[in-house]
């Protein structure tokens, strides 16, 4: 199946109101995605900057003195060059507690973030993932009462081999927000043809995986990919009745392009405007748009911009 050129009928970048504005050069560093590793301006190098050029005043006073000033002049200079340092150093002084109190807010605001982070982590492993293990045990002991060559044993086994990927999927967000880190799964290209391989397996797709990036995306930002074409798998499977897809990631012109395009399964009905919420909000948190449009083949296309 092949993507021709695309003519996008809307674009969803400022439709949702809870959606952050999208920022220019978002991911040029891990920083840009994480409040609390960005660096701005330290008051303590703006005071200690105010203090030198002070200090470099009273230096140059001192040095008017020595090169011979006239002796009534020296008690107004002294005067001056002293406050000069006072004033200096008091800057300096103001500076360092400003900063402080931002390093304190900080740690502050990371601290929360963290127990955040670790809450969510313990609701997932005794809420979200407990299901998903009772399911696995009942696939278990339901192989084990099938016999030998009944046509069922193919699917169970199937979706006990899909509950498995389920559950490790979540466990590896558990640890990520518990603060462990992340078991490396391979390149962006081994995630997404595994992300492929589940979602036809379950909802019969056939699709075509085409990457033609010039930069390998670095490894969070990776992940959100393979977020965006899982998503968009989920959604052809579950809403539409198209039996072929193509997923292409490529670069252009300082943005990497997703598109996802279905065959609309022999769709009769006209086609109709949708707006793709997850995605778009997604997207936006990354400073990129999406953009949704029909199709030659009469499906649909999905096209989603993020800025490099």
Not at 45 to 69: C, E, K, N, Y
Not at 221 to 235: F, G, K, T, W
């Amino acid at each position: 199946m092949e993507i021709s050129a695309f003519r996008p009928t809307r674009t969803l970048t400022a439709e949702l109101p809870e959606a952050p504005a999208p920022r220019s050069n978002p991911l040029s560093s891990r920083a840009r995605h994480d409040p609390l590793r960005a660096r701005p301006i330290s008051p303590l190098r703006i005071g200690l900057a105010v203090s030198a050029v002070l200090m470099l005043q009273f230096a140059a006073t001192v040095g008017w003195l020595a090169l011979g000033a006239a002796p009534e002049a020296w008690p107004a200079l002294l005067l001056r060059a002293a406050a000069l340092a006072l004033l200096g150093y008091a800057i300096a002084l103001c500076a360092g507690i400003a900063a402080a109190r931002q390093r304190h807010l900080q740690l502050l605001a990371a601290t929360a973030v963290d127990r955040e982070r670790r809450k969510i982590s313990l609701d997932l492993h005794d809420g979200a993932l407990q299901p998903y293990l009772g399911l696995k045990l009942g696939l278990e002991a339901l192989r084990r009462k099938v016999e030998p060559g009944n046509a069922l044993t193919r699917d169970i086994d199937e979706l006990y081999r899909m509950t498995q990927e389920s559950i490790a999927e979540l466990r590896g967000y558990v640890r990520v927000l518990g603060g462990r880190p992340r078991r490396r799964a391979g390149d962006l290209a081994s995630a997404l043809r595994r992300q492929i391989g589940r979602f036809e397996a379950f909802y019969g797709l056939k699709v075509d995986l085409t990457l033609s990036c010039a930069d390998a995306p670095g490894e969070w930002l990776a992940e959100e990919i393979a977020q965006m074409v899982a998503e968009s798998l989920s959604n052809i499977g579950r809403h539409t009745a198209a039996r072929r897809v193509a997923v292409a990631l490529a670069t252009a012109e300082r943005e990497l392009v997703l598109r996802i395009v279905d065959d609309g399964g022999g769709r009769e009905a006209a086609w109709r405007s949708f707006t793709p919420v997850s995605l778009t909000l997604r997207a936006n948190r990354l400073g990129g748009r999406v953009e949704v449009a029909p199709h030659a083949d009469g499906g649909t296309e999905v096209r989603i911009a993020i800025p490099l």
